[in-house]
């Protein structure tokens, strides 16, 4: 386990080697046995104090316990990784291997303010903690859900339960998407299929409660104990372990608030064998691997959440990696990010497809850690070849970036140029635009949808999110208008208005009846109903891509502000919004001369004011 001792030790306190023989707390056993007190003094003056790094009056000795793991390039069950001597750092629990590297991490800490340890272990046992097993942890809280962390927590490929803090707003956005599903079903049956920490999961089941029957999975031995130990803290209750030990402190008349399943299998299993209303998939790294056992099961009319992570193959860094994990031909452009969802949505739609199901998406976010799609599952073989119509080639200037998606037809067209509203090829030899894709081509939010996850978000406090889902609802109307509650109102007429968005959307999206089986009992007339309604709830299709105003600025010249830009291209006739792919950039329907023409019209020189002035000074020079 991970030794807290050679965190907090100090050089002068030696009073616990005694009498008797005593092992290294810092070193295995099988490394170092047992010994009397001068020769394991020796050892540790030797080996582990001799190389300290003292920081605020705390020397960290170097660790040789196996915290640390190099992992082989074979599989985990093959082989062992190789253990490497390494330091804890105090603020931030993570284990560095050098002394020199130790040292700069420290200075960043300093130079950030930041010099408070982290960690929350036992006092009573330096190196020894009784929750886990001799692992020193930290205890973190958010969403009002305690959560156990490792020291080495932030670097997954060193430790098994990785806890990312740049991902709250990932697990806040799919929180207020299953929350607008569980007011049309319930109970409703979730998946947390890669739980690490099971953080996700056991902030469903603590704010949704009996809504929802959460299962939280993980492949992992440590990360399953580790659920399990979060799930005590937070007083749920693990199915099939009732007799569980309870917390410290917690008597009898504590009673669970919440029950969650934990269940220790891969996550292709789990969603072969059982279905689910909403599955949520966020592995390290791409989902690709898990997106056919994903639509396997999943019932009619429920969500899919996919999370990819794999910034290096979806932001156009590792061409190669994206033509082998998503059959997509991409070069960097400036609309990247929105590139990416369109990558990641292609794929989800075919998988769906094999499956003989539709997808309608509800919300796409690309954002810098992540990119985060939610998708509604249709089922039946119209609804698969309607969702695989809308996975078209994307045509793309080199020269001006300007793009089109390519007319649907099994045709060959002599030229494909003609489809560009650029001149560039006409006006410059050899070829000067490439085809990108397949991507999506469909709707990228659902308007009701994400109204919906609004009024969850201020139901339930997630004050972070709410500037995101706000610019996502604009951005799904492609209006710069604001026609929901903004954060200047009171709480009192916050609730009032999200009364009555609930109501007015509850008969937009209907609840659909399911047996205990889990099966639906609708016919094929209500299925169709429902469809309608939720095309009806679909706004009107918002432009494709968006335009960056710093990308096409005119040399010499000063544009406008972005608002005001805006208001400019509303008042040309243009439908327009921001975006949140690109805080500079402005989604339109305009193409690239239009917008440009805009910008030029109310753009001012950047030296206009110079040539007055001297004018002007000649002038008082002639009258004198």
């Avoid at 300290?52 to 020397?59: A, H, K, M, P």
């Avoid at 072969?272 to 056919?292: E, K, S, W």
Wanted: aromatic residues 8%; hydrophobic residues 35%.
């Amino acid at each position: 386990g991970i030794c807290i001792f050679c965190v907090y030790y100090n050089h002068q306190q030696t009073s616990w080697i005694g009498t008797g023989r005593k092992s290294c707390p810092l070193c295995p056993e099988e490394k170092f046995k047992a010994c009397y007190s001068h020769k394991l003094r020796r050892h540790l003056q030797n080996l582990h104090w001799k190389v300290y790094v003292e920081f605020e009056g705390q020397r960290m000795c170097i660790c040789h316990l196996p915290c640390r793991q190099l992992k082989s390039s074979l599989g985990s069950d093959q082989a062992q990784g190789r253990l490497v001597a390494h330091y804890h750092c105090v603020v931030c629990s993570v284990t560095i291997a050098r002394k020199t590297d130790m040292i700069s991490h420290l200075k960043r800490h300093i130079n950030k303010g930041e010099t408070e340890a982290s960690y929350s272990g036992s006092s009573d046992v330096p190196f020894e903690d009784p929750v886990l097993g001799g692992q020193a942890y930290e205890i973190m809280k958010e969403l009002g859900t305690n959560v156990q962390l490792l020291p080495n927590h932030t670097t997954p490929q060193k430790t098994d339960t990785y806890f990312s803090r740049k991902m709250k707003t990932n697990r806040q956005l799919v929180f207020c998407s299953l929350a607008v599903l569980a007011e049309d079903r319930n109970p409703l049956e979730c998946l947390d299929a890669f739980g690490a920490t099971g953080i996700m999961g056991l902030q469903w089941a603590k704010h949704l409660r009996n809504s929802v029957k959460v299962t939280i999975n993980d492949i992992n031995e440590a990360c399953v104990k580790m659920i399990k130990e979060n799930c005590h803290l937070n007083h749920i209750r693990v199915e099939g372990n009732r007799t569980g030990r309870q917390l410290d402190g917690a008597g009898d008349a504590d009673s669970p608030i919440a029950s969650v399943e934990v269940v220790k299998m891969d996550a292709n299993v789990i969603m072969h064998l059982r279905p689910f209303d909403y599955i949520h998939l966020d592995p390290f790294g791409t989902a690709v691997n898990y997106l056919d056992a994903a639509f396997r099961n999943v019932r009619n009319l429920g969500i899919v959440s996919v999370t990819s992570t794999d910034a290096g193959s979806l932001y156009s860094k590792s061409l190669n990696v994206t033509l082998r994990h998503y059959g997509c031909q991409i070069v960097r452009t400036e609309y990247y990010r929105e590139l990416a969802a369109r990558m990641v949505l292609a794929s989800v739609a075919r998988a769906a497809a094999r499956c003989n199901k539709g997808v309608e998406v509800l919300l796409a976010v690309a954002l810098e850690h992540f990119v985060l799609v939610v998708v509604r599952v249709l089922r039946g073989p119209t609804q698969a070849d309607e969702s695989a119509k809308k996975l078209r080639q994307l045509l793309h200037c080199q020269w001006c970036e300007e793009r089109v998606f390519l007319k649907p037809g099994s045709m060959v067209e002599e030229n494909l140029y003609r489809q560009l509203p650029c001149q560039c090829h006409g006006s410059m030899p050899g070829k000067t635009a490439v085809e990108i894709g397949p991507l999506w081509a469909g709707p990228l939010f659902n308007t009701g949808f994400l109204r919906r996850m609004l009024v969850a978000a201020v139901q339930h406090n997630m004050e972070d999110i709410q500037p995101l889902v706000k610019t996502l609802i604009c951005e799904a109307d492609c209006t710069t208008l604001k026609p929901f509650p903004v954060p200047g109102y009171s709480a009192l007429s916050n609730q009032v208005e999200c009364g009555v968005v609930i109501k007015t959307l509850q008969k937009v999206e209907e609840a659909d009846t399911s047996d205990q089986s889990g099966k639906r009992k609708t016919t094929g007339e209500e299925s169709g109903n429902v469809l309608k309604k939720i095309k009806a709830d679909t706004s009107l299709e918002h432009p494709a891509f968006y335009y960056s105003i710093h990308r096409h600025s005119i040399r010499g010249m000063n544009m406008p502000k972005l608002n005001k830009f805006l208001q400019y291209l509303t008042e040309a006739g243009f439908r327009v919004s921001r975006t949140h792919f690109d805080p500079t950039g402005a989604r339109t329907d305009a193409t690239l001369a239009q917008f440009k023409e805009v910008l030029t019209k109310y753009s001012v020189p950047t030296y206009s004011s110079a040539p007055q002035s001297s004018a002007a000074g000649s002038d008082r020079r002639q009258t004198l």
